[in-house]
């Protein structure tokens, strides 16, 4: 029996480009997989988190990440990170919840097992 995949994708900066890489590396890995054999949760801290604006959502990421979330993604925002873009939860898409603080998260994860991926 293969053990479930463990994955944290790390997104830091508002970068469309790696934002969309992100996406399609974890389609792929769940692709490969299935959403059965993987937990897989994205952090987005800094800037990066402009990128879950609902208001700046195009109708195709937003789909993405529901899809996503479909497939037991787990989207988290770092709190501190909203605060210093000037942004608060309510401004964030309903497919992702909220941990204080990134960093201290992506080492928790790190320390349980999880595989570190920054696209």
């Keep these: 029996?293969?053990?479930?995949?463990?994955?944290v994708f790390?997104?830091?900066s508002y970068n469309i480009e790696a934002f969309n890489r992100m996406l399609s590396?974890?389609?792929n890995l769940l692709n490969d997989v299935g959403h059965n054999n993987a937990d897989i949760i994205v952090i987005a801290n800094g800037s990066a988190v402009n990128h879950f604006v609902k208001s700046s959502l195009s109708?195709?990421?937003s789909r993405r990440l529901r899809r996503l979330r479909e497939?037991?993604?787990k989207f988290y925002?770092?709190?501190?990170?909203l605060k210093n873009q000037g942004l608060k939860e309510e401004d964030i898409d309903d497919t992702c919840n909220?941990?204080?603080v990134g960093i201290t998260e992506l080492i928790r994860l790190q320390y349980k097992g999880y595989a570190y991926i920054k696209p």
């Design 1 to 7: 029996m293969v053990e479930k995949f463990r994955v």
């Design 10 to 12: 790390h997104i830091s």
């Design 25 to 27: 590396n974890i389609y």
């Design 59 to 61: 109708e195709s990421t």
């Design 71 to 73: 497939r037991r993604v």
């Design 77 to 81: 925002i770092c709190r501190n990170s």
């Design 98 to 100: 909220f941990i204080d």
